[in-house]
């Protein structure tokens, strides 16, 4: 069962930036197609990007070209960078599989951005 852990989250103000890691244990990525998620309080949990084996991306209207998703296959790992930062941005953000595999969620890791 592949383990997937989030960090690089943190309290920003609107309009600056983070960058989000995740890696996985016990297994690997491979081939599959990689996202990140987030939820805010209330709210249903949403795809934010995702990407492809060979680098293919897809974003959500609300972060394109502000956010940016990279893997490294090598290193078994996947990035989302966040720029421009706005406050509808707080939410917990989650790595999976894509689509999702229910059993892969993990802690996930909190970004606020303040007003």
């Known amino acids: 069962q592949v383990q997937l852990v989030e960090s690089g989250g943190g309290l920003v103000e609107a309009g600056g930036s983070l960058r989000l890691s995740c890696t996985a244990s016990?297994?690997?990525?491979?081939?599959?197609?990689m996202g990140w998620y987030r939820q805010a309080p209330g709210k249903q949990r949403e795809l934010v990007a995702r990407?492809?084996?060979?680098?293919?991306?897809i974003y959500a209207d609300s972060v394109k070209g502000r956010f940016t998703i990279s893997r490294d296959n090598a290193k078994n790992m996947v990035y989302l960078q966040m720029n421009s930062l706005k406050p509808e941005d707080t939410a917990v953000y989650y790595c999976?599989?894509?689509?999702?595999?229910?059993?892969?969620w993990g802690q996930g890791t909190q970004v606020t951005v303040s007003s």
């Open positions: 999976n599989f894509f689509p999702t595999r229910p059993n892969n």
């Open positions: 016990g297994s690997s990525f491979g081939t599959n197609v």
């Open positions: 990407i492809g084996s060979y680098g293919f991306t």
